[in-house]
């Protein structure tokens, strides 16, 4: 499974890109509006940051000025991945997108059923909400399991990003799920990397090398 950053905020693409394990970043307007940046401000010199795709959310919910603003966003870049909503304007607009050759990451996905009809209409991901679906007292490692033996039975080849990731245990259920992605929040990402018997293994070593006199 691949890893993505979910993030409006640089500093956060930057530092989790040194670690050498992403994948890709997601973003929506509420992080944006969280951060306080526009998309253009945020695409400045952001390129260099993302090995792979980078999924910009539109804020229209009819198709045609979907289709205008997803335009205009994949004008920041080739790897731009356009956000839609899972509606049916949502759909119309994934649509015409695929027709142009610009891929749609179908997002606010709570079904498995939604997650089909992204992948008929020629989405190349969709994004499933598990925390939100958790959050709610659904299962969203579930509804992974089922997005992925629907895709597998027939043969769709839409990426499913597990999305609305709330802790690690919910990117280990992503990845247990058969998901493609999870794209996971900064404040994830660094509790994924610590554990306290790593650092408790750290500190032994240390100890013991200095108690030693020894040098490499
Ligand atoms: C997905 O691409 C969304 O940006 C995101 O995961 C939403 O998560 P939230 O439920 O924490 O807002």
């Known amino acids: ?84 909503p899972l509606t049916a304007e949502g759909l119309k607009a994934c649509g015409r997108l695929k027709e142009k050759g610009i891929p749609a990451n179908l997002t606010l996905v709570f079904s498995a059923n939604q997650a089909l009809l992204a992948a008929r209409a020629g989405a190349a991901y969709v994004s499933p909400f598990i925390g939100r679906l958790n959050d709610n007292g659904a299962e969203g490692a579930l509804l992974i399991q089922e997005i992925r033996a629907i895709f597998d039975r027939y043969g769709l080849k839409t990426k499913i990003i597990a999305a609305s990731v709330r802790s690690p245990r919910d990117v280990t259920e992503a990845a247990l799920g058969g998901a493609d992605i999870a794209t996971i929040p900064y404040a994830v990402m660094k509790k994924m990397v610590a554990h306290p018997l790593t650092d408790d293994g750290l500190r032994r070593f240390r100890t013991d090398w200095e108690n030693s006199g020894l040098s490499l």
């Not at 979910?6 to 992080?31: F, H, K």
């Not at 979907?66 to 004008?75: F, H, P, T």
């Open 1 to 84: 499974m691949e890893l993505y950053l979910d993030t409006a905020v640089m500093e956060e693409i930057r530092e989790i890109a040194s670690w050498g394990i992403l994948s890709g970043v997601t973003t929506n307007p509420s992080l944006l509006a969280k951060a306080g940046v526009s998309v253009a401000d945020f695409m400045k010199g952001i390129e260099s940051l993302i090995p792979g795709p980078l999924s910009l959310e539109v804020t229209a919910e009819d198709a045609e000025t979907m289709v205008a603003q997803g335009l205009k966003l994949r004008e920041y870049g080739e790897n731009v991945v356009i956000k839609l």
